[in-house]
């Protein structure tokens, strides 16, 4: 049996005032926005299948933690009739927005930014339940060059290294007219970078709105493996930067037209959606070191007034995040995190997602798991927990740490994964997407 899908589409302004702190670069930098380069939205496609109902919304966000994200998905619970456990909200992870994650130090919250925040997201989801009509899927993909590089083996002055080479694309067709478009890559949209000021979605936002302006649909970027992925331009002044987006847009928006033109139907004999608590393992810190550590930064602080500027807000970045460590101890230095992770299931088209920022290579071992489904495997989804690295980045290299695997953590106020973080991970979304493929088709 072949379902009959119908869908809606909607989106809405999510900026935040100019004056800001933009997130995703610290420590305590101060990087207050002064203008908007493109404005931010949460763009949302309701669907409706027979009893099943859905919703998809991505945000032009660096991410939403879990209390947040819980907050939106029960108001688009309530006011669209949608199961909560039928509701993906993810993040497109642009540093050039507000923050709305836990990062200490980087990036001030606005408290009554975030106030608003669930009821503005959730608007983009009630315009488009207002407005379904019977749509069909198609699906296209795309060979990509020139976007991105790996950022943990190469840089880009000489970029390369194990990149995402596949642009995946589903155009909603209503009336044989694009109603509504799904884009999905990997790559940190940081172009806009520690040097620039401006709101925006960067790259990926540019060019999802361009898109979006010049057919009169609606567009979703839904976020890929980017944990060591950047792109091509990146950690440029803003005058360079600016220079620097508007190429890379460019270049992104006619690989998502030529996956578009390339779309074919999509047989939707099997509609479902599943979600599911996980618990991922971490390794709790010897707490004498972390007392000995605030110690010391107490002893250095004494001195603020005789130290350079950059070292005073290392110190005062430190001391916070300790301090952020300290309490998790007290509330009982749990050695796991529960988070969640999410099936979409459209015919042969497969969404898996989860809430962290995972690396490419645990991409391609999902992916080719789940053949011969066309499979999207969505990071910044529901929750925000993080890197997922490979599990060689939590050995010490030549006396040193890694960035993903060890100080991130801390930054968002957790305790570091255990090393086998990615297999679990992987092992779960494999699991949660083979159930899915294995649903019959409604007789």
């Given at each position: 049996m072949v379902n009959t899908l119908s869908a809606g589409f909607g989106r809405a302004d999510i900026s935040p005032d100019v004056g800001v702190e933009l997130s995703g670069f610290g420590w305590y930098i101060g990087r207050a926005s002064t203008g908007v380069l493109e404005p931010l939205y949460a763009n949302a496609i309701?669907?409706?299948?027979?009893?099943?109902?859905?919703?998809?919304?991505?945000?032009?966000?660096i991410g939403i933690g879990r209390e947040l994200s819980q907050r939106t998905r029960?108001?688009?619970?309530?006011?669209?009739?949608?199961?909560?456990?039928h509701i993906l909200v993810c993040c497109t992870h642009t540093h050039s927005g507000p923050a709305t994650m836990e990062l200490i130090g980087w990036g001030e919250a606005d408290e009554a930014y975030l106030r608003t925040l669930p009821e503005r997201i959730a608007e983009s989801a009630r315009i488009a339940a207002g407005s379904m009509a019977a749509t069909e899927l198609a699906y296209g993909e795309v060979a990509v060059e020139g976007i991105?590089?790996?950022?943990?083996?190469?840089?880009?002055?000489?970029?390369?290294?194990e990149t995402d080479r596949t642009l995946k694309a589903v155009k909603l067709l209503q009336n044989g007219r694009m109603a509504g478009f799904?884009?999905?890559?990997?790559?940190?949209?940081?172009?806009?970078?520690?040097?620039?000021?401006?709101?925006?979605?960067?790259?990926?936002?540019?060019?999802?709105?361009?898109?979006?302006?010049?057919?009169?649909?609606?567009?979703?970027?839904?976020?890929?493996?980017?944990?060591?992925?950047?792109?091509?331009f990146c950690h440029d002044d803003q005058e360079k930067s600016l220079q620097n987006i508007r190429v890379l847009s460019d270049r992104f928006t006619t690989y998502i037209e030529a996956a578009l033109a390339a779309a074919q139907p999509t047989r939707l004999d099997v509609i479902a959606v599943q979600r599911e608590d996980i618990r991922l393992q971490l390794a709790v810190p010897d707490r004498s070191l972390?007392?000995?550590?605030?110690?010391?930064?107490?002893?250095?602080?004494?001195?603020?007034?005789?130290?350079?500027?950059?070292?005073?807000?290392?110190?005062?970045?430190?001391?916070?995040?300790?301090?952020?460590?300290?309490?998790?101890?007290?509330?009982?230095?749990?050695?796991e995190l529960e988070t969640e992770i999410q099936a979409i299931r459209f015919g042969n088209l497969l969404f898996v997602t989860h809430p962290s920022e995972i690396f490419y290579a645990f991409h391609r071992e999902i992916e080719a798991r789940l053949r011969p489904f066309?499979?999207?495997?969505?990071?910044?989804?529901?929750?925000?927990?993080?890197?997922?690295?490979?599990?060689?980045k939590y050995e010490l290299n030549d006396g040193a740490y890694s960035y993903p695997a060890?100080?991130?953590?801390?930054?968002?106020g957790q305790f570091p994964f255990r090393s086998d973080v990615g297999k679990r991970l992987t092992e779960n979304l494999v699991r949660l997407g083979t159930a899915l493929q294995d649903r019959e088709p409604a007789v």
């Open positions: 309701v669907w409706e299948a027979g009893a099943e109902r859905g919703a998809i919304v991505s945000c032009d966000l029960e108001i688009i619970a309530q006011s669209c009739g949608i199961p909560y456990d991105s590089y790996n950022r943990e083996t190469h840089t880009k002055d000489r970029p390369g290294g799904i884009v999905h890559y990997s790559c940190h949209p940081v172009v806009m970078c520690e040097r620039t000021s401006l709101i925006s979605g960067d790259f990926v936002g540019m060019a999802i709105n361009a898109l979006s302006a010049r057919t009169g649909a609606t567009g979703l970027f839904l976020q890929g493996a980017l944990g060591d992925q950047n792109p091509v972390i007392v000995r550590h605030l110690q010391m930064i107490g002893y250095m602080q004494k001195y603020d007034d005789s130290l350079p500027e950059p070292v005073r807000r290392r110190l005062h970045f430190e001391k916070n995040v300790l301090e952020r460590v300290e309490e998790l101890f007290a509330q009982g230095a749990k050695d066309r499979t999207f495997i969505v990071g910044m989804a529901n929750d925000a927990i993080g890197y997922v690295p490979t599990a060689d060890w100080f991130v953590p801390f930054m968002i």
